[in-house]
Structure formats: structure tokens, C-alpha cells
């Protein structure tokens, strides 16, 4: 059974950083990428970054410069390093491992919260 499981979220202040980290186990596929989503209270599930099996990267345009996604293959674990952080990063953060376009595993979510 595939378990997703996040860490890393917290509070921090406004131009501070997190480090979140995302650790899939059970895998007896190939994964074809990994990435981080966002929720923020009201608002639909967004694209933060995801990088494929073969390291190439995708960023929303608003964290572009910001933050920076890396994977270990080895490990099946996925990092997003979030430097420069804003109010309007507040969310909860998803990690997803995609099997195929069509099959995907998601973590239960970790807190990021900025202060102002």
C-alpha cells in the first residue's frame, strides 16, 4: 500500500524559510513525478512545483525564484525548499506522487503559516 507522507510545515514570519520534505513508501512502480500543491482557506488546489523522475522542473509563476523543488530517486522523497516567504503562501501544503497522468497519491497535507 503507497503511504505519502509530508513534514516540515510551520509558522514563520514574513521573508523567512521552510523546508518541507514528502517521503512515499510502499512503491513498487516507476514514479513518474512528484510534486507539491497548495490550499489556502476558499481558494481550489494549486500547482506549487513538480519535477520529474528525469529532474525537470515546472514552478508557479508565483514562487518562481523563491522556491525550489528537489527528489531523491533513491529515496522516493521529494523536497521544496521556500525561501522568501509571504502571507499569501499561507496553505496547506500537498505532496503528490504520480504513478501515470491518470493515478496519483497524495499526503494528508502539512500547515504552512505566514505571518505578517
Known amino acids: 500500500q503507497v503511504q505519502v507522507v509530508e513534514s516540515g510545515g510551520g509558522l514563520v514570519q514574513a521573508g523567512g524559510s521552510l523546508r518541507l520534505s514528502c517521503a512515499a513508501s510502499g512503491i513498487t512502480f516507476s514514479i513518474d513525478a512528484m510534486g507539491w500543491y497548495r490550499q489556502a482557506p476558499g481558494k481550489q488546489r494549486e500547482l506549487v512545483a513538480r519535477i520529474t523522475g528525469g529532474g525537470r522542473t515546472n514552478y508557479a509563476d508565483s514562487v518562481k525564484g523563491r522556491f525550489t523543488i528537489s527528489r531523491d530517486n533513491a529515496k522516493n522523497t521529494v523536497y521544496l525548499q521556500m525561501n522568501s516567504l509571504k502571507p499569501e503562501d499561507t496553505a496547506v501544503y500537498y505532496c503528490?506522487?504520480?504513478?501515470?497522468?491518470?493515478?496519483?497519491?497524495w499526503g494528508q497535507g502539512t500547515q504552512v503559516t505566514v505571518s505578517s
Open positions: 503528490q506522487v504520480q504513478r501515470t497522468p491518470l493515478v496519483a497519491y
